[in-house]
């Protein structure tokens, strides 16, 4: 390890930073039914969640609960004691839980506006600070299957995270129910309701659903979509795995991807159709299906292996689509950030243990100087080499929760450099404060 590198990590050490311990239980499964109210910016809950112990005689959950007004949580029909401690809910249980014994608490509950649910004009949104429409475990690392029921307006169009199970009325309302039957952490959990338009196309065996303000032109989206998706099916060996995907163009400025579907600005969808080469965006929230959905992080600590490698892989759907130069002016703007933020101090290894909450993994530099660094290893390995080692990475942990440690293992199965990208990686995914600019000869 680099000085530099070794000083980065002691200040990290001397701070007491680190990730936070597991959980004293692991919940399962998640039972949710929704119901917005548009005009009173409200939305009634209530979720079911079903938990194991880790421990001996476990007598309390922790929850995140955002700023949820909470109504009752109860087991088996008996209330349980109930207390606050910021954005945490704590349920202190009146029987404690044996290891591995299962059980179910109830919770009902008022959710206002906030970071993680967005009211607007006609339409309503929830997402990625999941606790903020529903209490659960933010955490990554805790993730769990999920059994949605969202009442909405008649009229409105509904599009949630997972499949769509069903539709019904009730009480005047459609309720649609929406599954996600692989454990999933929740800030891939999304849903959004309300006054859109709904355009659909087939891309091979695909439906990409479009939902957009009445006025927008959804054709370009419909087809930057499909050749966005053809590229990333070809170039990582896995065809996208569910039925339909769908981009939500709502307003606000929210960029977020789910399980089968992303929110997007209804300013940038409406942009496209007189500036239709401007599709990083489109096609970045799309890449996160395959590095964020398909290949979940095991934790916070890399981070980057979504958030770096959605954002070059939707630089190289660029290259694709519009050849080199535009590749290269990505390439570059991400090089420009990732130095500033160097110059500015704020380097660190993209494989980073030393976190405490979301916001200390996430910020700019594991999109940016994840990017950068594929790109270097795109150079590395040369063209052929890379994209199959990319390949082998995408079907080998497909459906698991990954680490640099298996991009590592997939890279060197596949290009049987192990001396030269056991360098690389200390160097640039687990090692602190490279110099970058001693890269630019290698181009």
């Avoid at 609960?65 to 910021?86: D, H, N, P």
């Avoid at 903020?132 to 999920?146: G, I, K, N, V």
């Avoid at 001396?419 to 000869?441: D, H, I, M, P």
Wanted: charged fraction near 20%; hydrophobic fraction near 40%.
């Amino acid at each position: 390890m680099s000085f530099r590198a070794t000083f980065c990590w002691l200040a990290a050490a001397a701070l007491g930073i680190a990730a936070p311990l597991q959980r004293n239980f692991a919940v399962e499964h998640y039972e949710v039914t929704l119901q917005p109210d548009l005009a009173a910016r409200t939305l009634a809950g209530e979720v079911s969640i079903r938990f194991h112990s880790r421990i001996d005689r476990l007598s309390a959950l922790e929850f995140d609960a955002g700023s949820l007004e909470i109504g009752s949580v109860t087991e088996g029909g008996a209330a349980q004691y109930t207390e606050r401690r910021g954005a945490l809910l704590i349920v202190v249980l009146s029987k404690p839980v044996n290891s591995g014994e299962q059980r179910t608490v109830t919770i009902r509950y008022r959710a206002p506006a906030g970071k993680g649910l967005v009211f607007f004009p006609g339409q309503v949104y929830g997402a990625f600070s999941t606790s903020d429409w529903m209490p659960s475990s933010d955490r990554p690392d805790e993730p769990a299957t999920l059994h949605l029921r969202l009442s909405a307006d008649p009229r409105w169009k509904v599009a949630a995270s997972g499949k769509l199970a069903g539709t019904s009325t009730e009480n005047g309302r459609t309720v649609t129910e929406w599954h996600i039957d692989t454990p999933t952490p929740t800030y891939l959990f999304a849903f959004a309701a309300g006054d859109f338009t709904e355009s659909t196309t087939q891309h091979n065996k695909v439906a990409l659903r479009i939902l957009a303000p009445a006025g927008m032109t959804a054709a370009p989206v419909s087809a930057a979509l499909a050749a966005a998706m053809q590229f990333f099916d070809e170039r990582t060996g896995v065809a996208f795995p569910l039925a339909t995907y769908t981009q939500v163009y709502v307003q606000g400025d929210v960029k977020e991807e789910a399980v089968g579907m992303s929110l997007l600005p209804a300013s940038y969808g409406e942009s496209l159709a007189k500036q239709p080469e401007e599709l990083w965006l489109l096609a970045d929230e799309l890449a996160y299906q395959w590095y964020g959905v398909g290949l979940m992080t095991a934790d916070w600590s890399d981070f980057w292996l979504s958030a770096g490698i959605s954002t070059f892989m939707a630089d190289a759907f660029l290259e694709k689509r519009f050849g080199k130069a535009r590749y290269d002016k990505e390439i570059e703007h991400a090089r420009s950030v990732f130095q500033s933020l160097q110059g500015d101090g704020k380097d660190r290894p993209l494989e980073w243990t030393d976190w405490q909450t979301p916001a200390q993994a996430m910020g700019e530099l594991p999109y940016y100087k994840g990017a950068v660094v594929m790109d270097l290893l795109r150079r590395e390995l040369t063209d052929e080499v890379f994209w199959r080692a990319l390949h082998r990475y995408t079907s080998e942990y497909w459906g698991r929760r990954v680490t640099s440690d298996n991009l590592e293992s997939a890279m060197d199965g596949a290009s049987g450099k192990a001396k030269v990208l056991t360098k690389f990686f200390e160097r640039w995914v687990t090692g602190c404060c490279a110099n970058l600019a001693q890269e630019r000869g290698k181009k």
